[in-house]
């Protein structure tokens, strides 16, 4: 029994997930997942060119696994995008909504708990370009500062758990979303990366309207919704998909 909560789910077989990448690459969504062989991607690399980042193709940029040959989505045409790596995910940046494009990252059933305390540092991304997020920007809007790649994901490392409160893996999001539906979501992941080994997981926001409420001095957009994505290669198969709405989540709920 899943409740809706004034939200669109959409869950997706693996069956389907062919059709899913295809149908991103029209919509100019993040896109397919694809196979490629490449070299470790340990560093951390953007496409921004500094004295201590190497800049990186686009096109070059993949997730290698000892197991499985993963990629991130495809790069997206039309559409501003700076791919940073950081030491628990991988993140597509756009200057222009100042939000993620997305955000991907390897869930596995030792990262999906930890002793490491939630260090609630939200702060500045100085990896992306001027101007940039702060939290000034969240002062007095009604939204809050959700997490793209999750704090309760990061537990395992005090590194990685504070680069998941960098401004650029946060998007404006409703506050009873914050704490109600996706934070269940992200704790069902963690429960089935326990369940079966390992997750992969790209999630993002979602533009849908021609224009879009914006917050702060610096012009924050903010999303009309969100998306899920969610890979399983042990044993059978298995992915799980969901577009949920940025809202309070109070009306037309409904359950199925």
């Given amino acids: 029994m899943v409740k809706k909560h004034g939200s669109i789910i959409v869950f997706i077989s693996i069956l389907s997930l ?75 940046y756009n200057k222009n909504t100042k939000n993620p494009n997305w955000v991907a990252w390897h869930l596995t059933a030792e990262h999906s708990d930890g002793s490491v305390p939630r260090s609630n540092d939200y702060r500045e991304d100085f990896d992306v370009p001027s101007p940039r997020v702060t939290n000034e920007d969240y002062k007095n809007v009604s939204w809050t500062r959700g997490h793209l790649c999750p704090a309760g994901d990061n537990k395992w490392d005090p590194g990685a758990m504070s680069e998941s409160f960098l401004l650029s893996n946060i998007s404006p999001q409703a506050s009873s979303l914050n704490t109600g539906l996706w934070n269940k979501i992200e704790q069902s992941c963690r429960d089935w990366a326990k369940l079966y080994g390992d997750l992969y997981i790209v999630c993002g926001p979602l533009f849908l309207n021609r224009e879009h409420e914006k917050i702060g001095d610096h012009g924050v957009y903010v999303p009309e919704a969100f998306f899920k994505v969610i890979l399983c290669l042990q044993g059978e198969p298995k992915a799980l998909g969901f577009i949920i709405r940025n809202n309070d989540g109070k009306k037309g709920e409904t359950s199925s």
């Fill in 18 to 92: 062919i059709t899913l990448t295809a149908s991103c690459r029209q919509h100019r969504t993040p896109k397919s997942i694809s196979f490629k062989r490449t070299t470790s991607s340990n560093s951390r690399q953007s496409d921004v060119n500094t004295d201590n980042k190497e800049s990186v193709s686009q096109e070059e940029f993949y997730i290698l696994d000892s197991i499985f040959q993963i990629c991130i989505p495809a790069p997206i045409d039309g559409k501003a995008e700076q791919i940073i790596q950081r030491k628990a995910y991988k993140l597509s």
